[in-house]
């Protein structure tokens, strides 16, 4: 079997584990697999493809971390917005006694029943308003 032929499947092998991980995890291999296929299609000698291979896979891997990941991470970093924080500031009523000791209770806003946690106890039916998000929870206050 020819040498460029064994490169390719390489090439192929680190494309498929890049795209099913979609991490960065072997594209710098497969760019190296890249260059020896190439350099044994011009006639370049097994060694030098290997060191080759070696090199310029470090090299991007080098590259990848230091310059590309780094605005990958960049574009990824913050919250996704939804409308969840609609309901900071609105009124509602209390469907299920809120307990603070128990972290229990329950409140109805806009139409939609949230958990929800408060610093003092509040019974069932009192109106409140939603001060913030804790996760899945809305923190209320008596209105």
């Known amino acids: 079997m020819e040498m460029w032929i064994v490169w390719l499947i390489l090439l192929v092998i680190f494309a498929i584990i890049e ?4 991490g960065l995890a072997t594209v710098w291999f497969a760019i190296g697999s890249a260059v020896s296929m ?9 060694y030098a493809q290997i060191i080759a291979w070696i090199v310029v896979s470090l ?8 310059w590309i990941r780094p605005k990958i991470d960049r574009k990824g970093r913050g919250t996704e917005p939804t409308n969840a924080d609609r309901v900071i500031g609105m009124e509602g009523i209390v469907t299920k006694d809120i307990d603070p000791i128990e972290g229990k209770g329950q409140v109805k806003v806009i139409g939609q029943v949230w958990s929800a946690k408060s610093e003092h106890p509040i019974s069932e039916g009192t109106k409140v308003k939603v001060l913030s998000l ?10």
């Open 59 to 66: 090299v991007s891997f080098i590259i990848c971390f230091i």
């Open 38 to 46: 190439v350099m044994d299609l011009c006639g370049a000698p097994l």
């Open 134 to 143: 804790e996760g899945v929870k809305i923190v209320v206050e008596e209105a």
């Open 19 to 22: 795209a099913a991980t979609l």
